[in-house]
């Protein structure tokens, strides 16, 4: 402040003004940072979310080995030689290439059950957001 009192009127005004941008510029250096870390945090949100949904799908799902096996049970029903009809309808109810019922109701459960996952971790996002916002505006 001493050096404001010994200086001429103008100087004193500029000196002002550059203290003035200086804290604006300090101000927006720290908002831009906060804005930064609530996109990180955000993404790491939404990307947690999708590789827990995507783990408890494929968990649920399982892998399409059973798919392939029952291909080569076709195949060999289809090359070998028919010995007893009895055998070959057995195997055949065994080797349905079409879905079971319980097949088709699993699967549409764990799409439902995905969607589910998906909506609250988007409304626990939203609601984090919010929280987020009204601290910043508290602040």
Known sequence: ??????????????????????RALEKEVSELSQKTDKM???????????????FVVSTFAGSGGKKKKRRKKIIQMVKA??????????????????PSLLGMVGSRVMTQASVILLNLAKD????????RKKENENS
Do not use: C
């Open 81 to 98: 030689p028919k010995e007893n009809v009895e055998d070959d309808t057995e195997e055949a109810e065994e080797a349905d290439p079409s």
């Open 1 to 22: 402040m001493e050096l404001l009192e010994s200086q001429s009127p103008e100087k004193k005004k500029l000196i002002e003004t550059s203290e003035r941008h200086k």
């Open 124 to 131: 626990k996002l939203f609601e984090y957001l919010e929280s």
């Open 40 to 54: 990180l945090t955000n993404a790491l949100i939404i990307g947690a979310s999708l590789a827990a949904t995507y």
